[in-house]
């Protein structure tokens, strides 16, 4: 009898223990956030963009797609920030007389690259090509026509979006980051989450950039910042 009251107290602590630790990992799942970078039609050669980045094909989109589904099974919130100029947007050559794409002048004492014009409010371009139902938010940046916005987390002017606000609510400690442009808005948003307390982990592999150089030099800053830099997500 002593016996099987020993057994039966140790199945219950068992049952406890095993209760406490799977309470434990899916709140430390939750903990963990996604945020997918200006997946949109413009920065895609998918969609023909006016400012597609090399490699941005169907067989790109599919990836980072199954990756994401992937990560919202496991119970990851997912963001998305998503470009949303309006048509005067100081970054768009077309509206500087006499410039042309990828000229660089100085507006308020910075430098501002000029860029197609892309990601124009409602256009089709703009939208975010990943299913939106995936996302706990959809976090707009460059909605300011004086200020450019590569940053998920705020613009050149200083002037913050909801981002933060949301991680937050959402008990966010830890972030996986990815998208378009590695050496841009990638790049942008990591080094702001990260200065903002956020461990964060970039994925290059579902990421791509404008060019080799700026890239490389890209990731090398994002390390020397802690940031992490992975191949894939681990599995």
């Not at 690259?113 to 089709?124: D, N």
């Not at 200020?147 to 966010?172: C, P, R, V």
Request: aromatic content about 8%.
């Amino acid at each position: 009898m002593r016996n099987i009251c020993l057994l039966g107290i140790s199945l219950a602590f068992g049952m406890i223990y095993l209760a406490v630790s799977a309470f434990t990992a899916a709140a430390d799942g939750a903990k963990v956030g996604v945020i997918v970078v200006d997946l949109q039609g413009d920065f895609t050669t998918l969609k023909k963009g006016s400012l597609a980045v090399a490699g941005t094909d169907q067989d790109y989109m599919d990836k980072v797609t199954a990756a994401t589904e992937a990560l919202r099974k496991r119970g990851y919130p997912i963001f998305a920030t998503q470009d949303w100029h309006p048509a005067d947007h100081v970054s768009f050559y077309t509206n500087h007389k006499g410039k042309k794409a990828f000229d660089v002048i100085d507006v308020a004492g910075k430098k501002q690259v000029l860029w197609p014009p892309h990601c124009v409010q409602k256009t089709e371009n703009a939208k975010v090509l990943l299913d939106n139902k995936m996302f706990v938010a959809v976090v707009q940046k460059g909605k300011d026509k004086k200020y450019d916005s590569y940053s998920g987390f705020q613009d050149d002017g200083g002037a913050k979006t909801e981002m933060n606000q949301l991680l937050k609510k959402n008990g966010i400690q830890e972030l996986i980051v990815y998208g378009l442009a590695t050496d841009y808005c990638v790049k942008a948003t990591a080094l702001d989450a990260a200065k903002a307390g956020y461990k964060v982990t970039v994925i290059e592999g579902l990421s791509k950039g404008v060019a080799p150089d700026t890239t490389a030099k890209a990731l090398d800053e994002m390390k020397q910042l802690g940031i992490a830099i992975k191949p894939q997500i681990d599995s």
